[in-house]
T-cell receptor
Framework: AQKITQTQPGMFVQEKEAVTLDCTYD???????LFWYKQPSSGEMIFLIYQGSYDQQNATEGRYSLNFQKARKSANLVISASQLGDSAMYFCAMRVFGGANSKLTFGKGITLSVRP | NAGVTQTPKFQVLKTGQSMTLQCAQDMNHEYMSWYRQDPGMGLRLIHYSVGAGITDQGEVPNGYNVSRSTTEDFPLRLLSAAPSQTSVYFC????????????FGPGTRLTVT
């Protein structure tokens, strides 16, 4: 079974500083993808970044990067140069490859607050 | 391109009533799913579908039914609403390959009194 764990309590960061949001996962499948989503107070789910289990390099998308440590089964999101608009709930999710079992499993989320 | 649409946006039901939450996508995605979001619980999968005529249960399927008669539509039916089903419901769709992210609808906020 797939499992995503996000255990950090609410996180705070000063504007323009970097912040790391933790995510650990568990699966016995060798092929999987890891996703991060942002949910601002308006409620919509916004896709941020994807990392495949066989990708050789850590994924980056603008100010977002994913610190992927496969042996530790961790996929931490790093946000550089935080902005006030980054204040939101962040969800880590995982999906295994292929077949009818290809469902997306979410963690419980982490609340990030950016201070001016 | 409308993406994923959900109706209604808000709904109040009395205990025991039934209703259908509508979800449609215009991206020809094979995979569609329903989640509920409760405070402190993240998003939990209710039901999902990998194509027309194929559905399966997720983590919290009890009290909900789904069907997938077309690629575009994936309605969620509450058979007999209970206060425990008060939640925000999200529909999502994606291509089947796991590297493709899911596209989410705007959500339906349901209150059962």
């Amino acid at each position: 079974a797939q499992k995503i764990t996000q255990t950090q309590p609410g996180m705070f960061v000063q504007e323009k500083e970097a912040v790391t949001l933790d995510c650990t996962y568990d699966t016995s499948d060798p092929s999987y993808g890891l996703f991060w989503y942002k949910q601002p107070s308006s409620g919509e789910m916004i896709f941020l970044i994807y990392q495949g289990s066989y990708d050789q390099q850590n994924a980056t998308e603008g100010r977002y990067s994913l610190n992927f440590q496969k042996a530790r089964k961790s996929a931490n999101l790093v946000i550089s140069a935080s902005q006030l608009g980054d204040s939101a709930m962040y969800f880590c999710a995982m999906r295994v490859f292929g077949g009818a079992n290809s469902k997306l499993t979410f963690g419980k989320g982490i609340t990030l607050s950016v201070r001016p | 391109n409308a993406g994923v649409t959900q109706t209604p946006k808000f709904q109040v039901l009395k205990t025991g009533q039934s209703m259908t939450l509508q979800c449609a996508q215009d991206m020809n995605h094979e995979y569609m799913s329903w989640y509920r979001q409760d405070p402190g619980m993240g998003l939990r999968l209710i039901h999902y579908s990998v194509g027309a005529g194929i559905t399966d249960q997720g983590e919290v399927p009890n009290g909900y039914n789904v069907s997938r008669s077309t690629t575009e539509d994936f309605p969620l039916r509450l058979l007999s609403a209970a206060p425990s089903q008060t939640s925000v419901y999200f529909c999502a769709s994606s291509r089947m390959t796991s590297r493709y992210e899911q596209y989410f609808g705007p959500g339906t906020r349901l209150t059962v009194t």
